[in-house]
Every structure is written in C-alpha cells, then in structure tokens.
C-alpha cells in the first residue's frame, strides 16, 4: 500500500514537474514576444487589425474566446512584421482576411487561431511546440496540417508532375484528419485568388486553373458554396477571361429584365406568404431572397448543354427560409441542455414540414404558372455535401425562375457546408464522409502519386450520378459509373456473383453507364466476373477488387497445376530423389513452403527440372548454372568460384537467373 502511495505520489511530482516546464515555457516566449515589440506596433495591432477589423466579425463567440485569438494576432503581427505581399500592403493582412473568411463561416476560436498562425511555421521561427504551448494541440494540429499542404503544386495546365501531384496528395490525405485543415486552405487560397492582380501572366493562369480543377470542386464537396462560387468566377476571369467579359456584358444588357423579374416575383411570393393562415397560426417567419446565377455556373451550363442564355432556367431564382418565430440563433443555446436540444428538434421537423406546404403554395401563385415536372427534393434525398432544399420553377413574363425553399438551418448549411458543424458545440458533426474514408483507404494502397491525385479528382470531386436500387435505397457514383462499378458499391459478394442487370425494369449490359434516376437491380448468385469487366469499371475500387480476383484465380490455377507436375516428377524419378514421394517431404528438404514450390512450378513449367536439381545439388545442376550465367551476361564468361549455398539461397538464385517465377499478367 505504501509503495503504491510512494508511486502516485512521485507521479503526481512528475506531472507538476511537467506543468511547470510547459508554463515555464509559455510565460518566456511571451515575455520574449512582448519585449521585441514597440509601443508603436501594440498600438498598431489594438486600433488598425483587433479593433477595426478582427473583433466587429467575432460578435457570435462567447467574450472567453477573444484574448486567445488578441494573443494569436499579435504572434502573427510579430512574425510578419517586417514582411510584405505582391500588391506592397503588410504581410499580416493576409492571416487577418482569411481569420476574417473563417469568421463569416461562423467557425471555432481554434479555427480562427490556426488562421492567423497558418504561415509563422513556415515562414518564420515560430515552432509548433511553441504553438501547442500557447493554444493547444488542436490548434497545433491544424497549423500542422496547413503547413503540410502550404507548398501549393505548381499544376501544369495539361498534367500533373510527379511531384506536384505528391503534394496534392498530401494535401488531401492531411484533410482527412481534421476537415477543418482544409477549410484554413480554402480561405488562404480564396484571399490569394483575390489579389491574383499582383502576379505574373504565367502564375496567374496556374494558380486559376489549379483553383478551378481542386480548390473550387473541393468547396464544393464540402458544402462551401461561398467559398466555392467566388474562386470559380476569380479563376473564371482569369483563365477564359474573353467568354468571362462577353457573357458579363450579357447579362448587363439583361440586368433590368431580371431585376423587374425578380421583384415581381418576389412580391407576389412575399403576399402569398404573407397571406396564408397556417405560416400564421404556426408563427413562422421567412424571408424571400433574390439572386442571380454565378457567371462561372451560367457558362458552364450553357456549354454543357449547348443552349443560349434564355434557356437557361436558373438565370434568377428566389429563396424562401422559414424559421419559428421563438427560434434562438443556435450559437446563442446552451447546447448541454436536453430541452434545448429537443425543442430545436421539433421546430426544425416544423419547418421541414411547413417547406412542403409552401412548395404547394407556390405552385398556386397569380401570374406565375409553374414549369411541369421541374420539382426537386433535395430535402429527402440530401446531395453528396449535405445541401437540402426544395426547388421548383415558375415563369414571370417568359422569364424562368427557380425558387428554393429551405429552413434555416438547411440555409446554413447550403452556404457553409461542412463548415456549418462548428456553430454547434456538440461532440458529433452530423455529416456523413464517407469520401473522406476513401482518401484514408486510397493513401494504403502502392500507386503512384498521379493516379491518386487523379482518382480524388474524377470520383471524389467530379460531378455524380444517383440511382436507385430496388429496395429505394439511393447510390451515390462518380458519373460514368457503370452496373458492375454499382454491384460493387452494394458489396463485393455482390459484384463478384453478379451474372446480369436491370435498368429499370430492363436486361442490360453489365458494362451500360449509369444515367441519374436509373432504378438498377442486380442480379448475383452464380456469376463470376470475366476479364473484360476490366474495361467496363470507372471506379477505383471496382477496379481494385477485380484485378485482386483475377489475381488469386490466376494463383490457384498456378498452385494446381505446379502441385500436379511436381507430383508426376516425384512419382517418375522416386529413385533418384532418395525415396522423396510427397510435397511435403519434398518442402521439408528443401527449405521451402508447399505453395511456394507449387507457385514456382505454376508459373513456369520449365523451372521444374533445374529446380529439383538444386534442391538435390546435383553436380549436372551447377553446369546448367554455369551456363545459364554466361547466356545472361551476353557471352561475358565469369568464373567466380561458387559458394556453398542453403536451398533456399539457391532458390532465390535460379528465380533470379532464369525469372523462374513469371509475375503475374498485369490487368
């Protein structure tokens, strides 16, 4: 008992011994902080970045979280002091515009934080001990992370370079350990997209393309949207910047029209909300928004769809968000209160409910006749980066207009995505990552670099297919996606049985591409995959599972037909083996395992004979040597003096000179 005592106690003097270090540590990095800083710069960084700047955007934070990230400004402020940034202003606006970013998402004080410090790692000698001994290991993390991914790749317009796709890898594969690392990223690449102005010709068009190919499509996924609408029209301007003016003065010359559109449009919609009985009874409020379609999107569409700009349906669009009266901002709730916690489940299951009796509203509306067939449920069926919404369209004077209708917290999240989860101080993020796994499951398997980078690209960031199966459960794939890439998506059994398909209702082909509504039926049992399934599968997985099939298939055949040759061997040559009749005895003189000798056999038929005369050291067998050699060397005779070997060395040997175990046909 004393000793147990004598124990904790020393621990105990440990852990104090330790505290005291860290603090120790902490109090003379800010005293040396301090010291280095005139009057002048504190006043500087009080008046000119906290005051006017920083602290107007923090008003959602509770007052304990505001000296913490006063204290990251000024580590900030002291690292870049003497530094400036292409357009001449000081360095320490760009950490202070992407916390301002960081802010507008609404994010954590450990977020804004790692934001101020996510260059003073990098660029100065500042050290992430130091940082995690002033702000934690969170936020060392994500600085960590952040300073990881900073050497942004150098994306040739056509292809990447082995080791600019290095570093996107990187990039994602530190994403997956906290999303937050990424989101830092996108507002350091946003700010920098905004002043682009001040860069070569030539570093212009690689940074706008490497926006548009992964930054963007990354915001995207994330749920971003206005992160990712404004690098898309930045890098728009840029990298097409004819098509960018042109369709700019486009809709100049249309500006008018759709403000008319807009706002008789939204009267109407305000009225008839206004008016109606039940939105009344339930007191809830809305709020009907006007906007006009990014540039960037609006090309895109009319490209991919080779239409002109009044076909287009979406030019303008209106936004209802419904929210109960009694609502409090969430960030303002003590979310350890179960009470809380339930009251905000109904009032959210209210206004979802009240989304679709205004969607009914609004297909009754006066003067605006509503589009046949243009629904979309996005509330039951969620897109890939949680966006939720109804939308439909109606015409105003021959002029197309989306409405979307949403509930607050569906607004939130459809504006900040991923983001959104930091306003909550619950332990669960409520998003589903399942591409987030992906990255992590990818990062273990060998391949290069480029094929990683490029695999995140096409089925991870590209644009996606939904089919259904017939149990109405909903598949989520990459577009291009075919049957055999669906089988496997349900389950490797599933895939690996499968003998056919239908598409809605129909036989197809296994190789047929997915298109977005298919209701798909696999049919599995007694299928096996067939070597051509390799042309027909898009996805990385799908690909992955087969060629590992084919390639215990082709193993099996190997280890059969090798264990059926040694055997004959050993059956005609009994008395010159010394009575060795069985595999087994004839692995247990050799030195090596059953399947490994069958394998050696298996792939090459013609080793059978030299490698029996090296496990049973026939004089005839260091001849064959001999002259294996010499053939291998081009005629170049050596005459090394052979050394006495195990069987397994030999082994090895002949597998070397004669490639006795051919590697399996690379499919």
């Not at 002091?81 to 760009?94: A, C, L, N, V």
């Not at 239908?502 to 798909?520: A, C, F, T, W």
């Not at 087994?584 to 030195?591: D, P, Q, R, T």
Request: aromatic share 6%.
């Amino acid at each position: 008992m004393t000793d147990a005592n004598s124990s904790s106690d020393i621990d105990s003097i440990s852990q104090t011994k330790s505290n005291l270090i860290d603090s120790a540590t902490q109090t003379l990095t800010l005293l040396n902080l301090f010291d280095s800083l005139t009057p002048s710069d504190l006043s500087t960084i009080e008046n000119e970045y906290w005051e006017n700047l920083l602290l107007p955007s923090l008003s959602y934070l509770p007052p304990s979280d505001l000296p913490a990230i006063k204290l990251a400004l000024t580590i900030s402020y002291h690292s870049h002091k003497d530094q400036r940034r292409k357009s001449g202003e000081p360095y320490i606006m760009h950490p202070v515009n992407v916390a301002l970013l960081l802010s507008e998402l609404k994010l954590n004080d450990e977020t804004l934080i790692a934001g101020l410090l996510h260059d003073t790692v990098e660029d100065t000698d500042l050290t992430f001990a130091q940082i995690e001994s002033l702000f934690g290991k969170i936020v060392r993390k994500i600085v960590e992370g952040e300073t990881k991914v900073s050497k942004l790749p150098k994306l040739a317009l056509s292809e990447f370079a082995d080791e600019q796709a290095e570093n996107l890898r990187q990039m994602f594969v530190a994403m997956t350990d906290d999303y937050r690392i990424i989101i830092v990223k996108l507002a350091d690449r946003l700010h920098n997209m905004r002043t682009l102005e001040h860069m070569k010709k030539e570093k212009q068009l690689k940074i706008a393309r490497e926006t548009l190919d992964i930054f963007a499509p990354l915001a995207h996924r994330m749920g971003i949207w206005q992160f990712k609408s404004e690098l898309e029209d930045i890098s728009f301007s840029y990298l097409y910047p004819k098509q960018h003016k042109k369709l700019r003065k486009r809709l100049m010359r249309q500006k008018d029209k759709f403000e008319r559109v807009l706002n008789k449009s939204q009267t109407i919609l305000s009225s008839a909300l206004s008016a109606d009985p039940l939105l009344r009874d339930e007191n809830i409020q809305f709020v009907v928004e006007g906007r006009t379609k990014e540039l960037y999107s609006l090309w895109l569409k009319m490209n991919e769809k080779n239409e002109n700009l009044s076909k287009i349906k979406d030019v303008v669009a209106l936004r209802v968000i419904l929210w109960p009266e009694k609502e409090k901002e969430i960030l303002k709730e003590n979310s350890n209160s179960s009470s809380n916690s339930n009251s905000n489940s109904n009032s959210e299951e209210k206004s979802v409910w009240l989304c679709y009796h205004v969607l009914g509203l609004v297909q009754n509306l006066p003067l605006l006749a509503p589009v046949p067939g243009s629904v979309k449920d996005y509330i039951s069926l969620p897109k890939p980066n949680n966006y939720q919404s109804l939308h439909t369209t109606l015409v105003c004077d021959n002029q197309p207009v989306e409405i979307q209708i949403r509930t607050k917290s569906m607004h939130r999240v459809a504006e900040t995505g991923m983001a959104a989860h930091w306003l909550y101080k619950s332990g669960g993020s409520g998003f589903d990552t399942p591409w987030l796994n992906n990255i992590r499951e990818w990062e273990n398997e060998a391949v290069s670099s480029r094929d990683f980078v490029e695999s995140v690209r096409r089925e991870l960031l590209g644009k996606r297919v939904f089919v259904f199966l017939r149990n109405g459960k909903i598949l989520n794939l990459a577009r291009g996606a075919t049957a055999i890439d669906a089988a496997f998506n349900i389950h490797s059994e599933v895939g690996l049985t499968m003998h056919g398909v239908e598409i809605n209702g129909k036989p197809k082909k296994v190789g047929y591409e997915l298109q977005n509504g298919d209701v798909v039926n696999i049919l599995s049992g007694d299928g096996k995959p067939a070597l051509d399934w390799l042309r027909y599968a898009t996805a990385r997985s799908t690909k992955a599972k087969l060629r590992l099939y084919f390639r215990r298939q082709e193993q099996k055949s190997a280890i059969l037909g090798g264990e059926m040759k040694i055997l004959e061997y050993l059956e005609s040559n009994q008395k010159r083996l010394g009575g060795v009749t069985t595999l087994e005895e004839l692995a247990e003189k050799s030195g090596l395992t059953s399947k490994e000798l069958c394998l050696t056999v298996g792939y090459n038929r013609e080793a059978l004979v030299p490698l029996m005369v090296t496990i049973f050291n026939n004089v005839e067998g260091t001849m064959f040597f001999d002259k294996i050699k010499k053939i291998k060397k081009k005629g170049k005779a050596t005459e090394n003096k052979q050394q006495p070997q195990t069987p397994r060395a030999r082994f090895e040997r002949i597998k070397r000179l004669l490639s006795l175990r051919r590697k399996p046909q690379n499919l």
